[in-house]
């Protein structure tokens, strides 16, 4: 049975940082395009980035130069920085597996003062 867990979510202050991660189980990371998404209440859900299998990734215009991906294939996780974090960014964070029906079930990130 193939699990996502993300973790790393809470509360921080506008131009702060957090590091959220997504571990998997039942299958292996290592092969697999990795994204990012977000959502927040009443709006639609949103593409924040994609990680490749060799680690490469691209960004949302809206958290460019803000939030890195990253993945460490060994412990078969992917993990998300973000700095900078403004109170738009609030949200509840997705992992999934590129084009499968594999999601996790989020974690909540609040950016306030």
């Known amino acids: 049975q193939v699990q996502l867990v993300e973790s790393g979510g809470g509360l921080v202050q506008p131009g702060g940082s957090l590091r959220l991660s997504c571990a998997g189980s039942?299958?292996?990371?290592?092969?697999?395009?990795m994204d990012w998404y977000r959502q927040a209440p009443g709006k639609q859900r949103e593409w924040v980035a994609q990680?490749?299998?060799?680690?490469?990734?691209i960004y949302a215009d809206s958290v460019k130069g803000r939030f890195t991906a990253s993945r460490d294939n060994a412990k078969n996780a992917i993990y998300l920085q973000m700095n900078s974090l403004k109170p738009e960014d609030s949200a509840n964070y997705y992992c999934?597996?590129?084009?499968?029906?594999?999601w996790g079930q989020g974690t909540q990130v609040t950016v306030s003062s």
């Open positions: 039942g299958i292996m990371f290592r092969t697999y395009i």
């Open positions: 990680i490749t299998s060799g680690g490469s990734s």
């Open positions: 999934t597996i590129t084009d499968t029906h594999y």
